[in-house]
């Protein structure tokens, strides 16, 4: 079946502009996170979406950053007047179910802020 | 905060070696362990998954092992081939509202022919 798919794949911005990031996750999966990797910094959590429930949003580094997802499949994770320190893969997962089970990952979105 | 260690960072081993890699972590409260495979420019294709119930997982030559109460890792790959050759992330899924991974730096394998 049809994996976690990302667009765009590699994605090129001035400094100060808005992007927009979208996850298309496994159907049927509940849970999705946003991951973000940096050269030296390695993975890390950003944003978690389980259900309908309030994500938690304790891994954004700053209120540049907001995801939403809508009816509880595709997600958009959007960085308002980017940074260079913004440059990274952004990296989105799905799970079946919050906790306990695999997370599996999508080919991820290169950012570069120029 | 959990933390998890990947050493070392690289790794180069003949073609057919026997090899292990190993993953600690600090919190040894994990609901589960999970290894993955990174290829350059490419996504995590997960390998393994290890419930904190269980002490190994295996497929086909990789063989996860789990030590929750030393907080240690390994993967075992037998008879490595240059196909091998990724970067090999540990990450554990910790109690919690958000069943987020923590992840290890990874460890980079090149498998010689």
């Known amino acids: 079946g049809a994996g976690v798919s990302q667009s765009p794949s590699n994605k090129v911005t001035e400094k100060g502009k808005d992007v927009e990031l979208r996850c298309d996750p496994i159907?049927?999966?509940?849970?999705l996170y946003w991951y973000r990797q940096s050269l030296g910094q390695g993975l890390e959590f950003l944003i978690y979406?389980?259900?309908?429930?309030?994500?938690?949003k304790s891994g954004l580094p700053s209120d540049r950053f907001s995801a939403e997802r809508t009816g509880g499949s595709v997600s958009t994770l959007t960085i308002q007047r980017t940074q260079q320190e913004d440059s990274a893969v952004y990296l989105c997962?799905?799970?079946?179910?919050?906790?306990?089970?695999?997370?599996?990952f999508g080919p991820g979105t290169r950012l570069t802020v120029t | 905060k959990q933390e998890v260690t990947q050493i070392p960072a690289a790794l180069s081993v003949p073609e057919g070696e026997n090899l292990v890699l190993n993953c600690s972590f600090t919190?040894?409260?994990?609901?589960?362990l999970q290894w993955f495979r990174q290829d350059p420019g490419k996504g995590l294709t997960s390998l393994l998954l290890?419930?904190?119930?269980?002490r190994e997982q295996t497929s086909g030559r990789l063989n996860a092992s789990l030590d929750k109460s030393s907080g240690r890792s390994t993967l075992y790959i037998a008879a490595s081939q240059p196909g091998d050759s990724a970067t090999y992330l540990c990450?554990?899924?910790?109690?919690?509202?958000?069943?987020?991974?923590?992840f290890g730096k990874g460890i980079t394998l090149s498998v010689r022919p």
């Open positions: 997962a799905s799970q079946i179910r919050g906790g306990y089970s695999e997370q599996y």
């Open positions: 159907s049927g999966h509940t849970a």
């Open positions: 979406f389980q259900g309908n429930s309030a994500p938690d």
């Open positions: 919190d040894s409260a994990i609901y589960n």
């Open positions: 290890i419930q904190s119930s269980q």
């Open positions: 990450a554990v899924e910790d109690p919690g509202a958000n069943s987020k991974l923590t």
